[in-house]
């Protein structure tokens, strides 16, 4: 377990890094240009597998010095910026070595980079972190190789989790961002709220950030320059890791974002059903945007796949409304649901779910046993 987390804590480290470190000098991003040749950096995902494929991705950026946010709003308003504004290098060779096994791929036009391995190698009896390395055998890189953390579920018929991030974990405002622009373009992660009794809640469904009992996968709409801003902010507050599924928010010739809110949410989440049809799944989420509606499209394409369903109230609907109907339908088809202003009382719904317990807690618990 110590192995695990140093693993997890060194990755998070190299990824948090001055808030990501791809946090180019401003003038850098503007007016330079090194050309193809220059030092590049790698920012990399935590992947995820199965018994039969390993998933892993990652983007090459231009390396720049990290630049401090200082303390003055301005400063800080430039770093957040600067992170968004990260510049992308295309063509990058990126080589990825696993489990005895080697390959190669080369970054797109956005710099993005992924690897989808096949393996034969059995999952684990307990969930836990793996690791994968990644390396630029041809370009100069801040760093030689980077060792990835991929998390392997237990073998075994385990809960896992699927969570939202906005509103969800972090406190963002998101749904009124005029009267909460400050908390989304100058807050530093140590500015940053959790949203109440979050922190609490997953740790007891964890029993250990760093290398949890259960694995947590996240799926956000916020964008993947904000990867280690999450990262860093999980770490501060002792939120689980996990896997991410965040945005491309790239332009498309055709359409402003290349994906909508909840097409790239719901796509997530049915890759990791699909991807795990042993493990039943927890979602967690918020009624501040989309999470219901797409919670219940879940819940109906797959039956018997979800063990209950845990929902933030930010829009004081639980008991009212289109949502609140959904709401009612999922708890109709014998799926606990709990949905209130933070998640301190959600405590009390896990425990009955037997979440708050070290070895039996792992254990799917059964249909009949969740209508009781």
């Known amino acids: 377990m110590s192995e695990q987390r140093s693993l997890v804590s060194t990755f998070l480290r190299a990824a948090a890094a001055g808030l990501e470190s791809d946090i180019d000098r401003f003038g850098d991003v503007l007016f330079r240009n090194d050309g193809p040749a220059g030092k590049v950096r790698m920012l990399t995902y935590a992947g995820y597998r199965n018994a039969h494929e390993l998933r892993i991705s990652g983007r090459v950026v231009r390396y720049r010095e990290p630049l401090d946010a200082g303390d003055g709003t301005l400063s800080r308003l430039r770093a957040m910026m600067a992170i968004y504004n990260s ?8 080589r990825c070595h696993a489990f005895s096994g080697t390959a190669e791929t080369r970054s797109d036009e956005e710099g993005y980079f992924s690897f989808t391995l096949p393996i034969d190698r059995p999952l684990p009896d307990a969930t836990r972190w793996e690791s ?15 060792a990835v953390p991929v998390m392997a579920p237990a073998a075994d018929e385990h809960w896992g989790v699927i969570s939202d991030i906005d509103d969800t974990i972090i406190e963002t405002g998101a749904t009124n961002f005029v009267k909460n622009w400050r908390r989304v373009l100058v807050d ?40 280690g801003f999450i990262a860093e902010f999980m770490e501060l507050n002792g939120i689980p890791h996990g896997p991410m599924f965040l945005a491309d928010y790239g332009i498309d010739r055709e ?23 042993q493990l039943r799944f927890l979602l967690i989420g918020d009624n501040g945007q989309h999470d219901v509606e797409i919670y219940a499209r879940a819940v109906r394409d797959f039956p018997g796949r979800m063990a209950a369903v845990f929902i933030r109230d930010v829009e004081g609907s639980c008991k009212q409304g289109t949502k609140a109907s959904l709401l ?45």
Request: hydrophobic share 40%; proline share 8%.
């Open 87 to 94: 510049e992308e290098v295309p063509g990058v060779r990126v």
């Open 132 to 146: 994968a390395t990644l390396s630029t055998p041809e370009q100069e890189a801040q760093s030689d190789s980077i």
């Open 188 to 227: 530093q992660p140590d500015d940053r709220l959790a949203v109440p009794g979050a922190a609490k809640l997953y740790q007891m469904i964890a029993h250990d950030h760093q290398a949890p009992v259960r694995p947590f996968f996240y799926v956000s709409s916020s964008p993947w320059n904000l990867y």
């Open 255 to 277: 359409k402003l974002l290349k994906v909508a809110h909840d097409t790239h949410k719901l796509a997530a989440i049915e890759a990791i059903l699909s991807f795990y049809p």
């Open 328 to 372: 009612n339908g999922i708890e109709a088809d014998g799926i606990p649901v709990y949905c209130g202003s933070g998640f301190h009382d959600a405590l009390t719904a896990a425990k009955e779910l037997k979440l708050d317990r070290p070895l039996e807690a792992a254990k799917a618990i059964s249909t009949k046993d969740l209508k009781q």
